[in-house]
């Protein structure tokens, strides 16, 4: 079982990147996934998630109305667009399964972590 976020680089504040989280070994479609960030000396916290069936989706209030969560089951892959970037987005960002989104536990208790990939917002 793993999974695998990827997608991040160097971006110029107001650009775009799109970060996709692929799964092996499982199908994510019967998971919830959520999207997390850490940036240096600071805790992890929740960008977004996306619940099983895609009934709900959450996003942090910063990231709202520039973020968007998506999920597309036949390429068992979630995608995570980020639009109008700022320096502050910059961190490693995380994605990760359970069966809830367990928003607002800034992903304690999510079952399955993919490793990172940075995002660095910058001029």
């Known amino acids: 079982v793993q999974l695998q976020a990827s997608g991040g680089g160097l971006v110029q504040p107001g650009g775009s990147l799109r970060l996709s989280c692929a799964a092996s070994?499982?199908?994510?479609?019967?998971?919830?996934i959520g999207w997390f960030r850490q940036a240096p000396g600071k805790d992890r916290e929740g960008v977004s998630c996306?619940?099983?069936?895609?009934?709900?989706?959450y996003y942090k209030d910063s990231v709202k109305g520039r973020f968007t969560i998506s999920r597309e089951n036949g390429k068992n892959t979630v995608y995570l667009q980020m639009n109008n970037l700022k320096p502050e987005d910059t961190a490693v960002y995380y994605c990760?399964?359970?069966?809830?989104?367990?928003?607002?536990?800034?992903?304690?208790?999510?079952?399955?972590w993919g490793k990172g990939t940075q995002v660095t917002v910058s001029s």
């Open positions: 990760a399964a359970d069966s809830f989104c367990r928003w607002g536990t800034e992903g304690y208790g999510m079952d399955y």
């Open positions: 070994g499982f199908t994510l479609d019967y998971y919830a």
């Open positions: 996306i619940s099983r069936g895609n009934v709900s989706t």
